[in-house]
Every structure is written in C-alpha cells, then in structure tokens.
Nanobody
Framework: QVMLAESGGGLVQPGGSLRLSCAAS????????MGWYRQDPGKQRELVVT???????NYLDSVKGRFTISRDNAKNTVYLQMNRLNPEDTAVYYC??????????????WGQGTQVTVSS
C-alpha cells in the first residue's frame, strides 16, 4: 500500500557530503512524520533524525550541525543533506514514514536501506 524509495547513498571521503532522498508512493491519505534510522553491523540501530509534516525536526546529538533534514510535502519526499561526514557515520540508512491510511489506521512504511560508507 505504501512504498518508500530511497536513493543517494555511496562512498565518500571523511569531510565529504552526501544527500539522501526518500519518496513515498502508494495509497494513503497523508504522510506524517518521516525520518531516518541507521545501523552498522555490530552496533545498535540509531534514530538519526525525524521531521513532522509541519517541519519540526529532531536530530541525534552526534549529527547536529552536520546533517539537515527537509521535506517536500507535495511530493511526499524527504531529503537528508549530510555534511562533514566522518567514519562513525558509516551505516545502512533506512528511511521511514508514517502514513495515514484511514481515520483510525496508520502504517509505518520502511525504505529498502541505502549504504553510506565514509572512508579514505
């Protein structure tokens, strides 16, 4: 019913930048909060950042000042600009979106994940 398509991961040197995108499609009334988690093998999954439909944001402390989330509600798309990347940012980044399917029913959709590798 709701699908998320992620793009934008890759390999970058320390200090570099990447931009992730995540577009929601399918059958739903609206999209609420969107954001990204990340997970590196052997580490716990981390909530990196969220953004509400109204634009309120919440960042993981370690990415504040380096990452910027934004969204285009008309396109049901969220973007994550990642600057001054460091090796500790290496992980698979998973987009999520809270979709309202009916008055009573919401559904959390997940992207397929995109690999971000920061290495020299």
């Amino acid at each position: 019913q709701v699908m998320l398509a992620e793009s934008g991961g890759g390999l970058v040197q320390p200090g570099g930048s990447l931009r992730l995108s995540c577009a929601a499609s399918g059958s739903f009334f609206s999209i609420g909060t969107m954001g990204w988690y990340r997970q590196d093998p052997g580490k716990q999954r981390e909530l990196v950042v969220t953004i509400t439909s109204g634009g309120d944001t919440n960042y993981l402390d370690s990415v504040k000042g380096r990452f910027t989330i934004s969204r285009d509600n008309a396109k049901n798309t969220v973007y994550l600009q990642m600057n001054r990347l460091n090796p500790e940012d290496t992980a698979v980044y998973y987009c999520f979106a809270e979709a309202r399917l009916s008055v009573q029913h919401t559904y959390t959709a997940w992207g397929q994940g995109t690999q971000v590798t920061v290495s020299s």
